[in-house]
């Protein structure tokens, strides 16, 4: 047997073990969590928004912060896929470029639900787009809220299209090998006829190029403009030039620690340590660190900041109400104490300590959006509109959901998708 | 060619079909014109004069409130009145309003309000009450009525009394009598003091809201402005009211302990009365002899009848009298007669009727009068009352009572000056008001109108009192007496425990309101709270306690305990308000039923509000709905103030909050008409009459107290209150600001919002899909949202202004300068091809502010209030270092306390 | 020109595949497609096609998009309905061009990959090739050799070049 058909053998088998206990039964969890996400939908749509916690002064919460969130989360999958192939960093980002891509492209779809669900009036979201209507009105762009729909926009088009075209050639593998008829033909339909011939395979790895260096920039202009949603409002905490580098740094962050979270179980679950190796979790571990400097300065910048300048609101804001609230403490000890630990080999060769403190990042990182956007409208420019907030059990259902909503696509994925980019694999044999 | 079964048997050709076709289309229209041939329609072309579709319509009516009348001037639309001011000519409102007065319209349209009568649990109509009324058997009939100024009413009641054993109970749940009482100790007979403010120097409120009269308002305003003439205003009281806000001379004292200030202010100016030295009346006195008769002492009702009497002695011993006081005979019917409630319980199961008008008494009564069992036993009882409250409950029939603007009314100001209120509308449903109970008694089969016009000589007369809203020159005369009096010794209140202040709400007042949404919904304005009460206390008091707010205490006192969340507020130690009108167990008044602490549970049989109890935390809390949770500047130069010395030697002092800042952005257009709004903090005194008049003329909704709580108060204008670090209280309403440069405008994604040509930040309800980036970055917070679908579907929506949109849900909504008005105004001088006058366009806000603190107007005015604000130096913007340019402007705090301490 | 018809040949590695269109292409032998498991280099060498063009496809989409997005900004926000938002003038250049740049990435995207489907003329469910016997090896470790003609000279210089199997395909199986 030759060494491409071992390695293509080996990972096909892994990847089509069929679905045991864990997959049901997460499988079952996800499921529920989605349902429960779309019932509390189409509740809020029906009832409005305010079965959420957001009022006046805060009237962004939870909504936006889960969509920061989820567009953050997934701009490490293309960092990884696409800025690490660009780099030539293929040994150790092939064998997680498929997953990451995956990552991306279901944590867009979570995160696009938002722009959506907040508005009050979501069934006229088509607003935002141009196009001729009888009003003779047309979107603003001098807003963010229309940046943010062109790059989201462009930034899941872009995503599935490098996503797809990666996964070609190991459709068409599929289609080929494939157990069933019913199999076969499903697979025949999204290889597009992929034949492996050469004219294909160059033009491929032309567009598999131009599609890296297209997403390369993506990953820092969409967040970028996400940030701009709050950097051009006159906030405090939200009215700084810091927050493109920032929120970007901060993107990455958490989005490399969704990578570990799904990457360590994909792992163990599917045997694959030969090929999602520890150096490779290392390599994330260290990406992890590093991009927690970038947040770590920014939080050392933006309070250093407000005590400099002196500007009373965010001295309020930073200076006042920050060091009160438990949810900012909470976001420094897992933003900037637990990543610390990836100083140290030992931990960045545990994949229990990467997995515990990659849940660590997640939630701090969910947290820092909290303390940018709430707490920040909380204690606005006139004190006697300062105000309060809490969350409704909605908006946790929702946030919850779109975990599980998350969740249940990926372990699709895993079924029927080859997880493993098993072509590139094997052009490292080469 | 076919053969149709329906035709005759030949064949069709084509060109008797078009003949069929033609003659069918002829036969048609003849049948329609024969139909109108066959039975004569008249067309309506001789509108009755005052339908105008489109057109306001104006009327004057009366409102009464605490037996006094208010003249007011009603908007109608489509015969329908949707909007009250007051009215200029009226001497109780000088066209001021209050927040009751902008809520009373909201009354006219309750769902709430009866439907009809009842009678022996079951519906009746009031003719059939009318009927058992006037065949009732000849024995003591007691009538409750609150007290009245009425000519009509007293008229009838002395015809009544003529007929048969009349008794009557005169039931003011908090009790106006006291300052009669302390007149009549003085000069021998009951006098009202009357008030010229603009006359008066010093103004000395002891325990009393004297600002809360609008006429009051707007005379003291007048001597508001800094210089030589800025009058000085003394106010002491156990918590901190609108007065308050604007006393220059501030201080928080036991409710108990103002008898003390005032015996030892009479003392220094003279009087031998028992006192001990106090400091502050000291000064006040030094204050008071350098304006001898410049001055005016107000005492609150609240208070007892020596200090009321104390307080007219102070006023002629310093020779006001005649100046910014005078003397006349009080407006109301005999306030000092009339039997009592104890008397009536007592004597109820011999009655044989009781019945019981514009009054709760088994309510705001003390309990150990036990009205219930007594309205229970007597043979008849009949309550006429706006709600089926408790007392109507309590009582054989009730029929609901006819809101002022569905009857005939007349009533005096304090002043003396007679108005008559017109009905504006016909009742929807069953009413009665007070003079058709009285006059069913007398079996007198003319209606209200025909009673109320039999008091006018002549048609000239009824006709201008009712087109003008008050009877030129029928104020009380002076009357001229002189004080005697020695005071006996009076015992300051002592006793264990910690005093406990009744008050009446600024919102629901002693509870009559307590089911208008609008008054509910009103954030009080010292706390801020809305819908309900709470134990308002000091800091130290509720360190003492070891509460903090929302901690629930439970207040107990010899007639009754009460259990309310305690709240932090400007009281004085050692002393707890509690504020009535709240607790009520309404089932059939959605809005009032237990909403709230029942304080007058805690009132002894003598029906003081100065009471002495125990405090004591209980463990729970309960939310309280406030929209104002922070009160300080913070570093923020936004509620600037200074002492009137300090401000004439710096006239610069806020020169640099105001003008524009160096901006990337080009110049903003201020060609043509350019709106723009003046606020003077100065005579702001927090009253909130600005933000129910702002609710009635925009459609705004009202969330109930849950959503208040969660911060969804709906209101485009809110008064905002700072309590600075010098200790000064500012007022501030905040309407939109109408930034030139607006940061909500840039935000919106699809053009929802934007500016217009004349100033203004206009919001598009059709466009706007809810992303509420706008509300992010109002740095002023004063936009609005639908978070659910607000709208108000049962009769109130009645209320609403055709001219206003009602939002959808999901919708930002904000103040516009009630664009409405001023589009309208627009329009009438394009018809009549001329420019809008200065002063054509009055908002909402500014017509209800009593004080006219409020003005609005074009920026290239001359020589109108507004122009004269705007070149006034004590203008500044609030968040002026933004840059956003706001349109609406405001007036520093000049305060002017006593440099000598 | 990959040939509809003709012989096809599976080899056992990249080097005799290689090796192979060496010796058709010195013979004049054609037209010639190679079908691989992996892109390689030294087959596009060997076949000397010329590179692929689609950055030019990616470059036009990108320009059309950033330009055609800057021109609609500028068309309905400052010249035909130029409405005062916050003081902002009309036309603000820097604003503009988020959407700009996001429409420019966009329709490269969108163009490459459209360019790639038409240039490599997938979206093809079916082809000849897929009758061959064995052909599914393309994808796991077969390397393939199509030839666009059955010449028996043609055929006698691929048997010489030692495949694993040979067969006819297209028109004549």
């Known amino acids: ?430 | 060619m076919t053969t149709s079964p329906l035709l005759p048997r030949h064949e069709v050709t084509r060109r008797d079909a078009l003949k069929l076709l033609a003659a069918g289309i002829a036969a048609l229209e003849a049948g329609c014109l024969s139909r109108a041939g066959d039975e004569d329609i008249v067309p309506y072309v001789a509108d009755p004069p005052e339908h105008r579709p489109g057109v306001i319509v104006r009327y004057t009516s009366l409102l009464v409130h605490g037996g006094f009348g208010y003249g007011i001037v009603v908007d109608t639309r489509d015969g329908r009145p949707i909007k009250i001011d007051g009215n200029p000519a009226h001497p109780a409102t000088a066209g001021g309003s209050t927040p009751w007065m902008q809520a009373r319209i909201l009354d006219l349209y309750d769902p709430q309000r009866g439907r009809g009568a009842r009678m022996a649990g079951s519906p009746a109509t009031w003719s059939a009450i009318a009927r058992r009324l006037r065949e009732l058997p000849p024995g003591p009939v007691w009538l409750v009525l609150p007290p009245h100024s009425s000519p009509t009413l007293a008229h009838l009641l002395e015809r009544l009394a003529r007929q048969r054993e009349l008794h009557v109970v005169t039931d003011a749940p908090l009790d106006h009598r006291a300052r009669y009482r302390g007149a009549a100790a003085v000069y021998g007979e009951p006098l009202e003091q009357q008030l010229d403010l603009a006359r008066a120097d010093v103004l000395v409120a002891l325990d009393a809201d004297v600002l809360a009269q609008p006429a009051w308002a707007r005379a003291a305003a007048a001597r508001r402005a800094p210089g030589t003439r800025m009058s000085r205003i003394w106010a002491c009281e156990p918590m901190q009211t609108p007065t308050g806000t604007l006393a220059d001379e501030h201080l928080l004292v036991h409710a108990g302990e103002v008898a003390a200030i005032a015996a030892a202010l009479a003392a220094e100016l003279g009087l031998a009365v028992p006192h001990a030295p106090h400091a502050w009346a000291r000064r006040l006195a030094d204050d008071l002899r350098r304006h001898r008769g410049r001055a005016a002492i107000v005492v609150g009702d609240r208070q007892p009848p020596v200090v009321h009497a104390l307080a007219r002695w102070i006023d002629h011993a310093l020779g006001n009298v005649g100046g910014p006081v005078t003397l006349t005979r009080p407006a109301l019917v005999d306030p000092l007669a009339g039997e009592t409630l104890a008397d009536l319980a007592a004597a109820a199961p011999r009655a044989v009727a009781v019945i019981v008008v514009d009054a709760n008494p088994v309510y705001t009564a003390p309990r150990a009068l036990d009205l219930a069992r007594a309205l229970a036993a007597a043979p008849f009882s009949l309550h006429a009352g706006t709600y089926a409250d408790q007392t109507a409950l309590a009582c054989f029939a009730h029929v609901p009572l006819a809101h002022e603007l569905e009857t005939w009314t007349d009533a005096r100001a304090r002043d003396g000056t007679l108005a008559v209120g017109q009905p504006l509308v016909r009742p929807r449903f069953d009413v009665a008001s007070a003079i058709d109970v009285v006059a069913a008694l007398l079996d007198d089969r003319g209606d209200a109108r025909a009673l109320v016009r039999e008091r006018f000589v002549d048609d000239a007369a009824w006709t201008t009192a009712l087109r003008t809203g008050a009877v030129a020159g029928s104020q009380a005369p002076a009357v001229a007496a002189a004080p005697h009096w020695t005071p006996e010794a009076f015992a300051a209140p002592t006793g264990g425990g910690i005093e406990i202040a009744l008050a009446e709400s600024p919102q629901i007042g002693d509870g009559r309101f307590a089911g208008n949404a609008w008054l509910q919904e009103l954030p009080h304005p010292i706390t801020k709270q809305t819908w309900g009460n709470a134990a308002l206390m000091s800091p130290a008091t509720a360190l003492a306690l070891g509460v903090s707010d929302e901690d629930l205490v439970e207040l107990t006192t010899p007639a009754g305990t009460l259990v309310v969340p305690a709240l932090i507020a400007p009281v004085a130690g050692g002393t707890i308000t509690v504020e009535l009108g709240h607790g009520q167990i309404v089932p059939e008044v959605p809005i009032a039923d237990r909403i709230g602490g029942d304080a007058y549970a805690l009132r002894g049989p003598d029906g003081s509000c100065i009471l002495r109890g125990s405090a004591k935390k209980v463990r729970g809390t309960r939310r309280l709905a406030r929209t104002q949770t922070t009160l300080g500047e913070h570093g923020r130069e936004v509620a600037p103030a200074a002492p009137v010395a300090h401000w004439l030697a710096n006239p610069g002092l806020v020169a640099h909050l105001r003008g524009d800042q160096p901006s990337l952005l080009p110049p903003q257009n201020r060609d043509g008409v350019q709106w723009a709004m003046m606020i003077d903090t100065s005579i702001c005194t927090g009253c909130s009459a600005c933000m129910v008049a702002c609710q009635a003329e925009n459609n705004i909704p009202t969330v109930g107290p849950v959503e208040v709580a969660r911060g969804r108060h709906m209101n485009w204008l809110r008064i905002d209150r700072y309590e600075r670090d010098d200790a000064t209280v500012v007022n501030e309403p905040m309407p939109c600001q109408m930034c030139e440069y607006a940061p909500c405008e840039y935000v919106c994604p699809v053009m929802a919002t934007q500016h217009s040509p004349d100033g203004l930040n206009e919001q598009v309800y059709n466009r706007c899909i809810g992303t509420r980036f706008c509300s992010n970055n109002c740095p002023y917070k004063v936009r609005r949202f639908n978070w659910f679908g607000f709208e108000d579907t049962s009769s109130r929506a009645l209320q609403y202004n055709p001219d206003v949109t009602v939002r959808s849900r999901g919708v930002m909504e904000k103040c516009t300068y009630c664009v409405q008005r001023i589009r309208r105004a627009e329009q009438r001088a394009l018809v009549e091809k001329r420019a809008i006058a200065p002063g054509e366009v009055v908002t909402a806000c500014q017509a209800a502010c009593p004080t006219g603190a409020i003005q609005f107007g074009q920026l290239a005015e001359r020589d109108t209030a507004f122009a004269r604000m705007r070149s006034d130096g004590r203008r500044f913007e609030v968040l002026h270092e933004l840059g956003t340019r706001p349109r609406t402007q405001y007036l520093a705090k000049i305060t002017n306390p006593k440099e000598s301490k | 020109m990959t040939p509809e018809a003709g012989l096809a040949a599976e080899y056992a590695d990249e080097h005799a595949l290689v090796a192979a269109i060496r010796a058709l292409r010195a013979r004049g032998i054609g037209p010639m497609e190679a079908y691989s498991p992996i892109p390689s280099h030294a087959i596009d060498k060997a076949l000397g096609e010329p590179r692929s063009p689609l950055a030019i496809a990616a470059g036009i989409g990108a320009i059309a998009g950033a330009g055609g997005a800057y021109a609609l900004q500028w068309l309905l926000v400052a010249y035909l309905y130029p409405v005062d938002t916050g003081g902002r003038p009309p036309h603000m250049p820097l604003p503009f061009t988020i959407i700009t740049i996001e429409m420019g990435f966009l329709f490269a995207a969108l163009a490459t990959f459209v360019a790639f489907l038409v240039a490599s003329r997938l979206v093809t469910l079916w082809h000849p090739m897929f009758e061959v016997p064995g052909f599914e090896s393309a994808t796991r470790d077969g390397w393939w050799l199509a030839v666009g003609t059955v010449d028996t000279t043609a055929e006698d210089v691929l048997r010489a070049t030692e495949p694993l199997h040979v067969h006819r395909f297209g028109g004549w199986s």
């Open chain 1, 1 to 430: 047997m030759t060494a491409l058909a071992q390695v293509h053998d080996d990972l096909f088998e892994r990847m089509r073990a069929r679905p045991g206990r864990h997959w049901w039964l997460a499988f079952g969890a996800c499921g529920g969590a989605t349902l429960l996400l779309f019932a509390l939908i189409a509740y809020t749509i029906a009832t409005g928004i305010g079965v959420w916690g957001t009022n006046i002064p805060a009237a962004w919460a939870f909504a936006i912060i889960n969509f920061v969130f989820w567009i953050g989360i997934g701009h490490a999958g293309t960092f990884i896929s696409a800025i690490l192939y660009l780099l030539e960093q293929g040994r150790w980002r092939n064998p997680i470029s498929r997953l990451t891509e995956t990552m991306t492209v279901f944590a867009v779809i979570q995160a696009a639900l938002f722009p959506v669900l907040h508005l009050g009036r979501p069934w006229f979201a088509y607003w935002l787009f141009p196009y001729p209507d009888v009003m003779g009105v047309w979107p603003q762009p001098r807003s963010a809220l229309p940046w943010d729909a062109a790059a989201v926009s462009t930034y899941f088009t872009v995503s599935v299209l490098f996503w797809y075209v990666g996964m070609i050639p190991d459709l068409a593998a599929l289609r080929d090998h494939a157990a069933s008829p019913r199999a076969r033909r499903l697979y025949a339909l999204f290889a597009i006829g992929w034949r492996g011939d050469s004219r294909s395979w160059r033009h491929w790895k032309v567009t598999y190029l131009m599609l890296a260096s297209i997403a390369t920039p993506l990953v820092i202009s969409v967040h970028s403009v996400v940030s701009s949603d709050f950097a051009i409002g006159v906030t405090p905490g939200w009215h700084s030039t810091l927050q493109p580098p920032y929120f970007v740094g901060g993107a990455i962050f958490s989005g490399f620690a969704m990578v570990l979270v799904l990457a360590i179980p994909v792992r163990f679950l599917y045997r694959l340590d030969h090929v999602i190796t520890d150096h490779i979790l290392d390599n994330c571990a260290k990406l992890l660190l590093a991009t927690a400097w970038v947040v770590d300065y920014g939080y050392i910048v933006e309070h250093a900041g407000a005590l400099w300048r002196g500007e009373p609101a965010e001295r309020s804001l930073m200076l006042g109400h920050h060091p009160a609230s438990v949810a900012f403490w909470t976001m420094i000890a897992c933003n900037v104490v637990v990543p610390q630990v990836f100083w140290l080999r030992r931990a960045r060769r545990s994949t229990l300590v990467l997995f515990v403190g990659s849940l660590l990042v997640l939630l701090g990182m969910w947290l820092e959006r909290y303390v940018i956007i709430v707490q920040g409208l909380l204690r606005d420019q006139l004190p006697a509109a300062w105000g309060s907030y809490a969350p409704t059990l909605v908006d946790i259902g929702i946030l919850a959901g779109t975990f599980g909503f998350f969740g249940l696509l990926f372990l699709v994925f895993l079924r029927f998708v080859p997880f493993v980019p098993v072509s590139e694999l094997k052009e490292e044999l080469a």
